[in-house]
């Protein structure tokens, strides 16, 4: 279970004169149950992407704290891993080197990890690549690699930095349709950064709606379409159509 | 709709002629060897007609190059150039890549140095020389010192602002899955950095080059500089031209051993490097 208590953070400009900083999170609460998935969702400058790196280790909260499991978070852990934006792939690993990149850093015997990690790479459908460099494959596909990376350490809790704000509309369908698929088996608790509406309804059991300046929370909206969504089209059910006006006009508002 | 059809079907479809018209640009290998047999042809036809104290002739530096070779002098003499050369130019890539590594992940380490680096960097290598000799005397030290200085500088920079590149993204991987501050160097930093580094060393083999010939027309005693300064202060013009040419071929052989090291240490970086050539 991940909980975040009344969290805030402020980033000052080194050259700014007033020392006004840009208050990017303003006590921030939440909760979320294990194996959920929420979607933070809301328009850049919201302060979602800072608060999945607080919730990563990466940066320090000036206020508040994340609970994992009741642990406050103080630094990256083992129970959580993140997939990131911009894939985060080391350009000079293969596909399974890149997948392995987080066993290696635990050490461990080089052939459980590659069992675990190959197990991981036919679960994201990147079985035949092994050996690709990322630079040899297309985007979506090297954000597939970032998910079995993050999988193949079997974390409670993934965080998911827009994962598919840089692939192509037709890949991101594809990806977000086999990301719930995954999901169905795997079971992780997940927090999934986005800004996009339909995204978020098609992936969330609860979207928080965030707004900017300072970056707090506006709502939280459930989606109460049926699991699994990927077997008829969700997208053209009426209450998708009534969620995403709801949102967007929370997002206005 | 046709789904069965694939590349191999299609191509074949189409059945298209595999012959190409000849084309000269395709074939830059034989372009370039025209051009250069000309040139010569033009030089030695000239050539001949100027006075040998002002300009030599191909075939005339072609007796002069197997004089001096045959006599021992040009190998002696390169030998000694590229003593210091790999003496001096050996510590400027260990120095550079180590304290850049340091000044690019602290930023303490940055802020101590880099006043020296960059005032060092700006100081023309030139107006060193007399201070070095001054300091290391006429024999191989002030060359090895020489290499060195004029080597350092762009693998440092390259280092460290590769580092800095890198620092941000990248990292950030390493410590979200957890990397302690070894691996992060080890499995992160340094292969990021490595094809900076090799830029770096790149446009240091060039600096270096120019940097020993300098040093050894200054000093005149021994080397290719000081070949240099002896054939043409008794006007022997043909031979001058050898350590001419010799310099031209070590310039070249040299930026294509770091090349093709860029390509064999870095080949992920093969494809960018395609593009922006």
């Known amino acids: 279970m991940l909980e975040i208590r009344h969290l805030s953070k402020v980033f000052f400009e080194r050259n700014d004169p007033r020392r006004s900083g840009l208050v990017a999170l303003h006590d921030i609460s939440f909760q979320v149950q294990g194996n959920e998935f929420i979607c933070l969702l809301g328009p850049s400058g919201c302060g979602k992407t800072t608060l999945i790196r607080i919730a990563a280790g990466l940066l320090r909260a000036d206020k508040g704290e994340v609970l994992v499991n009741g642990r406050p978070v103080i630094a990256p852990g083992r129970d959580r891993c993140m997939v990131f934006q911009n894939f985060g792939l080391l350009p000079w690993r293969t596909v399974m080197e890149n997948v392995e990149f987080g066993l290696e850093i635990e050490g461990g015997p080089r052939e459980e990890r590659r069992r675990i990690c190959q197990k991981y790479i036919e679960l994201v459908g990147l079985q035949g690549f092994e050996s690709y460099f990322p630079h040899q ?56 950064v986005t800004h996009s509406i339909d995204e978020s309804i098609y992936l969330a059991d609860r979207v928080i709606v965030m707004k900017p300046r300072p970056g707090r929370i506006r709502e939280e909206v459930k989606i109460d379409l049926p699991r699994p969504r990927w077997a008829v089209d969700v997208r053209a059910d009426p209450r998708f159509a009534q969620l995403r006006t709801r949102i967007r006009e929370l997002l206005r508002g | 709709m046709q789904t069965t059809l694939d590349d191999q079907q299609a191509l074949a479809e189409l059945n298209l002629s595999r012959v190409r018209p000849f084309q000269l640009r395709e074939y830059p290998g034989l372009i370039r060897l025209c051009s250069i047999l000309l040139f010569l042809a033009i030089w030695e036809y000239y050539g001949r007609g100027v006075d ?47 304290v850049g590594l340091l000044m690019g992940r602290y ?25 070095l000799l001054l300091w290391f005397g006429l024999g191989i030290w002030s060359k090895v010192a020489i290499v060195f200085l004029s080597g350092l500088f762009p693998i440092l920079i390259n280092t460290f602002s590769g580092v800095k590149t890198v620092s941000g993204s990248l990292v950030e991987i390493g410590q979200a899955y957890g990397a302690k501050e070894g691996q992060i160097f080890r499995k992160i930093i340094a292969p990021a950095t490595l094809p900076f580094i090799m830029a770096g060393v790149r446009v240091g083999v060039g600096r270096a080059v120019v940097g020993i010939i300098t040093a050894e027309m200054f000093t005149a005693v021994t080397g290719l500089g000081a070949m240099l300064i002896v054939y043409s202060s008794s006007f022997a013009t043909d031979k001058l031209f050898v350590p001419i040419i010799l310099l031209a071929l070590l310039g070249v052989a040299l930026t294509e051993v770091v090349k093709a090291l860029q390509s064999w240490l870095a080949p992920w970086k093969e494809s960018e490097r395609a593009e922006s050539e």
């Open chain 1, 137 to 192: 494959i297309s985007g979506g596909m090297q954000q597939r690699v970032g998910i079995a990376r993050a999988l193949s350490k079997e974390p409670d809790i993934l965080l998911m930095d827009e994962p598919f704000g840089a692939v192509d509309a037709q890949t991101r369908e594809q990806l977000q349709e086999e990301l719930m698929k995954i999901w169905a088996t795997t079971n992780n608790t997940v927090l999934f």
């Open chain 2, 52 to 98: 040998p104290i002002f300009l030599s002739y191909p075939t005339a530096i072609a007796r002069a190059a197997v004089q001096v070779t045959a006599s021992g002098e040009l190998g002696q003499q390169f030998l000694l150039s590229m003593k210091a050369f790999v003496i001096g130019f050996g510590s400027a890539i260990v120095l550079g890549i180590g």
């Open chain 2, 107 to 131: 930023r303490l380490a940055q802020y101590l140095l880099d006043p020296y680096m960059y005032a060092m960097d700006a100081t023309p290598r030139v107006a060193l020389i007399p201070l």
